[in-house]
């Protein structure tokens, strides 16, 4: 699995620049004096940085946007990139800058002249562009390179350099459980992966088939009974303070062939992905425990495989939630909505929650109304869904709030069961979130995230190179800094 680079903070020191021997970062703008370390490289380089700033090309550059000199003479050092940077830059100017600077990163050290420049949202941003997923491949690219901050003062720097690391190893680590494919990441591998997790404070369980038979989680059973691989319920708890907690729940459909109502082949290898709830609950948790957030927070992802076998559920077939409704399956291939009606139930009834939040590669439908571009919000509560809105706007992750309405919940009324887990394909998605909400108690706040469309992405997203994107990290990070943590 893939890791961040290390990040090494040094006291500004004009000297450096000179016989750094990988790439060099150094800030500059048209309309303000020239930085320290701009200069100093514009000495070394003879005025090389100058002559680049006045260019039609640095003036084409959005701020943030980057050029790169390849082999500075003057400098040892292998690439001098210059950023586009306002004398004051706002966090999204921020933001940019490190992905530009990311999206270069070599197997050799960067050294990035900082100076006063706010480093938190600059180096986050650095650190979740540079990534790559090489698990899976015979002769590996070399890992990237370090990244060396020259601050004005490290010390004070420190703290949000620690911040920034911890949300990028959440990030990274989602990334490349959406990455990994099916035979690799099982149900069992991926339980295991989660027990590990205790070395960082988490208290992990894991229940077993048996175990969730016995509480009678059948409908997310029954997803899975078609399956070698058996059904998990893991539960991650971070207990950074007292209270009732913020259950987070994911969807972890290791990999999805639709069951008896088998998908196309065509593109179906992508379904390796249809764990990505179950991946950004995990991904949370880890940046929650690396942080030492204050703040009570379990998340709970539902393990299952949906395979077709002499096993499997039918369409047809009725079974019995958690809840004790009963549930008509029309299509097998709209199971991580069972997966879920049984493992939000649970989190409701066993840990008393404040509010839940669930996350879901859930619908096609999704895709079709919001593109690749946002995330579809559906909330019972106003002020939980504006509050997740503004957090996911402050990180640059795209998110729209979608209707609910009862009016919807004749499409999933069975005519021999208590509900239906399918409502045809008008407003597929607003009928998958309407399924959900008949396993909310009335009085829980509930936000659902339907993820299918910016789970992994086929173009470079706003953080990430194309593939896994890990949306929802930093999102949800935000929303419970502001609004769950205690002081």
Request: charged letters at 20%; hydrophobic letters at 45%; aromatic letters at 4%.
């Amino acid at each position: 699995m893939s890791r961040i680079q290390k990040t090494v903070l040094h006291p500004f020191d004009l000297d450096i620049i000179a016989t750094h021997p990988g790439r060099v970062v150094v800030f500059a703008d048209r309309e303000a004096p020239l930085a320290r370390a701009t200069k100093r490289a514009d000495r070394l380089t003879k005025g090389t940085v100058t002559r680049a700033i006045a260019s039609e090309r640095f003036e084409k550059l959005d701020p943030g946007g980057a050029i790169t000199l390849n082999w500075p003479l003057g400098m040892q050092a292998e690439a001098l990139q210059i950023v586009r940077m306002p004398a004051k830059p706002d966090t999204a100017i921020l933001r940019k800058a490190g992905l530009s600077i990311g999206k270069a990163q070599s197997r050799e050290t960067t050294l990035i002249c900082a100076d006063a420049l706010p480093v938190r949202e600059l180096t986050q941003s650095v650190l979740l562009r540079a990534y790559q997923y090489e698990a899976q491949k015979s002769d590996p690219k070399p890992a990237l390179g370090p990244v060396h901050l020259l601050v004005r003062n490290p010390e004070d720097a420190q703290a949000d350099i620690a911040d920034a690391e911890a949300l990028a190893q959440g990030v990274h680590l989602t990334r490349d459980l959406v990455n990994s494919p099916a035979n690799i990441l099982t149900t069992s591998s991926f339980a295991h992966q989660i027990t590990e997790m205790s070395a960082l404070g988490l208290k992990i369980e894991i229940l077993d088939e048996a175990e969730l038979e016995t509480l009678g989680l059948r409908a997310m059973l029954a997803v899975g009974q078609g399956s070698d691989s058996p059904s998990k319920l893991a539960i991650l708890r971070w207990e950074g303070a007292e209270g009732p907690p913020l259950a987070v729940v994911g969807k972890g459909v290791m990999f999805d062939t639709g069951g008896i109502s088998l998908k196309p082949a065509l593109g179906m290898e992508e379904m390796t992905m249809d764990m990505g709830g179950a991946a950004v609950t995990v991904g949370l948790m880890h940046a929650l425990a690396q942080r030492r957030a204050r703040a009570h927070v379990v998340g709970l992802v539902g393990l299952v495989e949906n395979m077709p076998d002499a096993r499997a559920q039918r369409p047809g077939d009725v079974v019995r939630s958690m809840k004790g409704d009963m549930i008509e399956v029309i299509n097998t291939d709209a199971e991580g909505r069972l997966v879920l009606a049984d493992v939000l139930w649970y989190a409701q009834e066993r840990l008393k929650p404040q509010a839940v939040i669930d996350l879901a590669t859930l619908t096609g439908a999704i895709i079709i109304a919001l593109g690749h571009e946002k995330a579809g919000v559906f909330s019972n509560d106003d002020t939980l869904a504006t509050a997740f809105l503004k957090a996911a706007a402050t990180v640059g992750e795209g998110a729209w709030r979608m209707p609910l309405d009862a009016a919807y919940d004749t499409l999933i009324k069975s005519r021999i069961a208590d509900i239906k887990n399918t409502g045809g394909r008008p407003a597929g998605s607003i009928t998958a979130a309407q399924f959900l909400q008949h396993f909310i108690k009335s009085d829980m706040p509930w936000m659902h995230l339907d993820i299918a469309g910016v789970a992994l992405t086929k173009t470079e997203s706003a953080h990430a190179p194309k593939g896994a994107s890990g949306w929802g990290v930093l999102a949800l990070d935000a929303l419970i800094r502001e609004n769950y943590e205690v002081t």
